[in-house]
């Protein structure tokens, strides 16, 4: 049976493959209270502090997601020397991470997202961050580091928020051929619309508004969605997309054949932050464990239903999975 192939991955060779991601490395960070009253001096609420919490998001979110799940990981990238980037590396260490792969880009700031909340609700988020693109002297560093480790990892995953790192196209093939011709999957979630420096990746996973803005076609219904996934699949040459639909699931493109579609389970929704991070994790340790795509999908499906039941930037782990799988509910395993 499928789920029993799932199950097998899950317990008895996820703990086994070594990933790198590389991308853009954040820091999410809450500023905790409780609003009383509105301010006489202006019309806002006045957050009555009671703390600050602190956790990894972006690309770090993904190997927490991975360490979480059982991956043994390694994380490359860019962290400023500032507070927050040394907060950052420690945490990563502290986690079992490999931090080996993360360079300081002279004065360049970490990209944080300061989010002031009250138990109930977000009032305001602020963003520190610098977009530019990486230093080119940096991407040597982090191509060489990468180069020098290839045959350690099972997989690499480009986690593109569009921060700077994998601004580069060029840096981003030469790294897509490096795993190719040492026979390592590459998987890609990128917010970039130049889809073409995806060639030869193993898939490439965007969601509803990712596809529509990289190939300006608007998503409304299965047709135009069709029209999408083919358009991106045909403009990137890569070998699969996953497109996250959110509610409605995950859809499969793949030449030669149909749009395969996996509907969500339907779940109780706190917090849809991370959603995508999950899955590509999930569809990333399947592939690397022996699955098909459509198993790993099945299984990213499950493991994004456990995600956004929970609040802010979360984490799926191996126990978690396990006991979804061992429920066997519909799950639509095939």
Same mark, same amino acid.
């Given at each position: ?86 907060w950052l590396r420690e945490f990563l260490r502290n986690a079992s991470i490999d ?40 991407c040597t560093k982090i191509f060489e580091y990468i180069a020098s480790h290839i045959?350690?990892? %099972?997989?690499?995953? +480009?986690?593109?928020?569009? @921060?700077?790192? $994998?601004?580069? &196209? !060029?840096?981003?093939?030469? /790294? ?44 409304? %219904?299965?047709?135009? +969605?069709?029209?999408?996934? @083919?358009?991106? $699949?045909?403009? &990137? !040459?890569?070998?699969?997309? /996953? ?92």
């Open positions: 049976m499928r789920e029993d192939r799932l199950a097998n991955a899950v317990l008895n060779n996820f703990h086994k493959k070594r990933i790198l991601v590389l991308g853009d490395l954040m820091v999410d960070e809450y500023i905790l209270g409780k609003v009383g009253r509105i301010s006489p001096e202006a019309p806002v609420p006045i957050l009555n502090y009671k703390g600050t919490q602190r956790s990894a998001g972006g690309a770090s979110n993904v190997a927490l997601n991975m360490h979480a799940m059982g991956g043994k990981l390694a994380m490359a990238g860019v962290a400023g020397l500032d507070d927050s980037g040394i931090t080996e792969g993360i360079f300081a880009d002279g004065d360049r700031l970490t990209t944080v997202k300061i989010r002031f909340a009250t138990k109930a609700q977000q009032l305001l988020r602020v963003d520190k961050e610098d977009n530019s693109p990486i230093q080119e002297n940096v045959s350690e990892w %099972d997989a690499v995953v +480009l986690s593109d928020y569009c @921060k700077g790192v $994998l601004d580069d &196209s !060029k840096f981003v093939r030469k /790294i897509i051929h490096l795993c190719n011709i040492n026979h390592v999957i590459v998987t890609v979630d990128s917010k970039s619309r130049h889809i073409d420096a995806f060639e030869n990746a193993s898939f490439v996973k965007p969601n509803n508004l990712e596809l529509e803005n990289a190939v300006n076609i608007q998503i409304g %219904d299965l047709d135009s +969605l069709d029209r999408a996934g @083919k358009a991106y $699949l045909e403009r &990137s !040459k890569a070998k699969c997309i /996953i497109v996250t639909r959110g509610s409605e699931g995950i859809s499969i493109f793949e030449n030669g054949s149909n749009r395969r579609d996996y509907a969500s389970k339907a779940v109780q929704v706190f917090d849809v932050t991370g959603a995508g991070d999950t899955v590509i994790s999930a569809v990333t340790l399947g592939l690397a464990s022996g699955l098909t795509i459509d198993e790993a999908v099945i299984l990213a499906n499950i493991a994004a239903g456990i995600v956004i039941g929970k609040r802010g930037t979360a984490v799926v782990t191996r126990d978690e999975l396990m006991e979804k799988l061992n429920e066997k509910k519909d799950y639509n395993f095939g």
